[in-house]
């Protein structure tokens, strides 16, 4: 018993406070100012909601947009590639519609032109020739004839 001590302490300060002021707030005052507050959070959750709302079918229109405008991309695409496709077989039937002949290199034809050419003078000379009787070149046989009286009017025209 002799190993347990024991201490007092006494608190000198008053444990309450008296409250100085005796005026108690109104209750319905309060509760009128609590349910206007109350009220008003009430109004800004609904502003709140409506735009989330709001924003959220402006977001719903915008991707709709895109997905039309994807939509109507894909469609003319594939109405393009139709058209070039038609106008590809249009074409590829006009060229085959087309002669030969034009698709010719331009020296081709040009001596496509001059074998013609060498073709008609042989044939003109066999021809001559034939009726004549002659042999060896035919430039040396010709027998120049005589040019035609001129007339005023034929040398207006000449001319």
Known sequence: AGNFSVTRYHISEPYV?????????????????????????????????????????????HALRKVHLAQDRERLLKELEQMQNMDRMRRRQIVAQMPP???????????IKEEWQRELEFAFEDMYSEDRKMKGDLILQFEPQPLPAPSDRSQDNDL
Not at 24 to 37: I, T, V
Not at 43 to 49: C, G, L, S
Request: proline share 4%; net charge negative; hydrophobic share 30%.
């Open 101 to 111: 002949h034009i698709f010719v290199p331009a020296y081709k034809r040009m001596e």
């Open 17 to 61: 406070d008296r409250e100085v002021d005796g005026e108690q707030p109104d209750a319905r005052l309060a509760a009128a100012e609590e349910g206007k507050r109350l009220e008003e959070l009430r109004r800004e959750a609904e502003r709140e909601r409506r735009e989330q709302l709001e924003k959220a079918h402006l977001r719903g229109n």
